[in-house]
Structures are given as structure tokens and as C-alpha cells.
Nanobody, 123 residues
């Protein structure tokens, strides 16, 4: 059973930066494509970013393009989300997720999920 554990969330002022990490265990990390999602109370979970098995392909939601960077270190079984120029509307619980196949932005198509980490951006 694959387990994902996010860390790195916190509170920051608008314009600041945070780096989220997601550590994987219980499986072969390089078998999985990885995604980051976020969710605010009362709303659906939204896709943020995607990275392929070896990191050769990345995709971003329009709302974060140019500000967020997804990366992975397969030797450390970890995927990262570097978030720069943060805005209050980035406030959410951020989740990492793993899937066996290629690019997808639909949360229901991901096989494993972490517990989430809160990111709060104040104006």
C-alpha cells in the first residue's frame, strides 16, 4: 500500500513563497506519475500541477502557471511543489496524489492520496 505524507504548509503573506514536500513509501515511487491538488471548504478539489514518472513532463493549472513549480527526486521518493508569488486565493489544503498512468487532471483518476497540508496566504 502506497502512503503519501505532505509537509511544508504554513502561513505566509501575499508575495511570499513556500515549498511543499510529499514523501512516498510502500511502493516503487518511479512507477507513479504525481499530482498536486488543492481544496477549500465547500468546493471541489482542484488540480494544480502534474509531473510524469521521470519528471520529463510537467503541466500546470492556468491559475498557478509561472508561479508554481513541480519537481521530483526519485532517489528520495519525494515530489515537491515550489510556490512563489503566493496570493490569498492560493489559500487551501494541498494534497499530493499518485497514479500509475499518464497525465490527468481529474482527482478521481488518482490512486493514492496524502492527508493534506494547509497553506494560508494573508493579504
Amino acid at each position: 500500500q502506497v502512503q503519501l505524507v505532505e509537509s511544508g504548509g504554513g502561513s505566509v503573506q501575499a508575495g511570499g513563497s513556500l515549498r511543499l514536500s510529499c514523501a512516498a513509501s510502500g511502493g516503487t515511487f518511479s512507477d507513479f506519475a504525481m499530482g498536486w491538488f488543492r481544496q477549500v471548504p465547500g468546493k471541489e478539489r482542484d488540480w494544480v500541477a502534474y509531473i510524469s514518472w521521470r519528471g520529463q513532463s510537467t503541466y500546470y493549472a492556468d491559475s498557478v502557471k509561472g508561479r508554481f513549480t513541480i519537481s521530483r527526486d526519485n532517489a528520495k521518493n519525494t515530489v515537491y511543489l515550489q510556490m512563489n508569488s503566493l496570493k490569498p486565493e492560493d489559500t487551501a489544503v494541498y494534497y499530493c496524489a499518485a497514479r500509475y498512468s499518464g497525465f490527468d487532471f481529474r482527482s478521481q483518476d488518482y490512486n493514492y492520496w496524502g492527508q493534506g497540508t494547509q497553506v494560508t496566504v494573508s493579504a
